[in-house]
Each structure stands twice: as C-alpha cells, then as structure tokens.
C-alpha cells in the first residue's frame, strides 16, 4: 500500500509558477513510476506527467511540454510537479499517482496503469 499526499496547489495569476509536491508513505517508494493528472471542472481526467522510478525518463502531453518538469526525489520519497507560465486552462484539481513497475525506466501514461492516488490539490489560475 502506497499513501499519497499532494501540496503546494493554490491561486496564481496567469503566467506565474507553482510547484506541487506528491509526498509517498507506506511502501518502497522508489519502485513505483509516478504520474500527475488533473481533472477541471466538467471535463476527464487527462494526463499530464510521468516520471520513472529511476527518474532517468520522463514524458509529457504536449500541452505542458516546456512549461512543466516532473522530477523526484527517493531519498525524500516525493515527486514534484513545477509547473511555469501558467494560464486560466491549467485550473483543475491536480492529483499524483504511483504505478508499480518491473525495472527503472517505465513510464505510464495511462490512468489504468497506476494503482495509487493522492486526493488531489486545487490549483486555479487567474487571468
């Protein structure tokens, strides 16, 4: 069982930055591939980030690319979100998640792929 707690979610203006944090408790952290969603209002879920165990590969959905960086941290067992140059269509409530996986370099995209999720932090955007 993995518990997961995001943080650092809040009202910011458009183009300004936040940095979420997805803090990991119960088992080994560093066997687990992460990922970050988000979810607003009246829409799916849609993937934005995953990172590796070993944090060497990371992926993206193009509309954050070169505005967000995933990294982690095991020895802290957390996985940040930095997230630049927002704007009013990045509102949402954003949520982590660890997917188990076999060696250091898998990434998940898809939502079925993990199997624990944070709660999820509001983040809101204003223009």
């Known amino acids: 069982q993995v518990q997961l707690v995001e943080s650092g979610g809040g009202l910011v203006q458009a183009g300004g930055s936040l940095r979420l944090s997805c803090a990991a408790s119960?088992?080994?952290?560093?066997?687990?591939?992460m990922g970050w969603f988000r979810q607003a209002p009246g829409k799916e879920r849609e993937f934005l980030a995953t990172i590796s165990w070993t944090g060497g590969r990371t992926y993206y959905t193009n509309s954050v690319k070169g505005r967000f960086t995933i990294s982690r941290d095991n020895a802290k067992n957390t996985v940040y979100l930095q997230m630049n140059s927002l704007k009013p269509e990045d509102t949402a409530v954003y949520r982590c998640?660890?997917?188990?996986?076999?060696?250091?370099?898998?990434?998940?995209?898809?939502?079925?792929?993990?199997?624990?999720w944070g709660q999820g932090t509001q983040v809101t955007v204003s223009s």
């Open positions: 119960g088992r080994t952290f560093g066997y687990y591939a």
């Open positions: 998640a660890a997917g188990r996986s076999p060696s250091g370099n898998y990434t998940y995209t898809g939502a079925n792929q993990y199997t624990y």
